[in-house]
Nanobody, 123 residues
């Protein structure tokens, strides 16, 4: 059974940094494209960034360019999202997604999802 779990969220002041992690089990991690999404209160879930099996970045949202970096370590079955210069508008629940056959950012309906981790940025 595929399980995806996020960690690393928390409360941070504007301008601060956080690193989110996502671990996956029940799958061969290196065979899966991975991605990060977020959902703010009252808004739809949106894709932030996605990465293919060989660490090629396949999508990066314009609003996070220059601030967020996606990466993966296949030996540790772990996906990361380094978030720098955080802004209050980055406040959301952040989700990790895995997809065997498609880029998660483009085929969200076929993703495996984690439960999410809360990121709150205070002004």
């Amino acid at each position: 059974q595929v399980q995806v779990a996020e960690s690393g969220g928390g409360l941070v002041q504007a301008g601060g940094s956080l690193r989110l992690s996502c671990t996956a089990s029940g799958l061969v991690f290196r065979d899966y494209a991975m991605g990060w999404f977020r959902q703010a209160p009252g808004k739809e879930r949106e894709a932030i960034s996605c990465i293919n099996w060989s660490s090629g970045v396949t999508y990066l949202r314009d609003s996070v360019k220059g601030r967020f970096t996606i990466s993966r370590d296949n030996a540790k079955n772990t996906l990361y999202l380094q978030m720098n210069n955080l802004k209050p508008e980055d406040t959301a629940i952040y989700y990790c997604a895995a997809n065997r056959f498609y880029t998660p950012c483009h085929r969200a309906d076929s993703n495996y999802w984690g439960q999410g981790t809360q990121v709150t940025v205070s002004s």
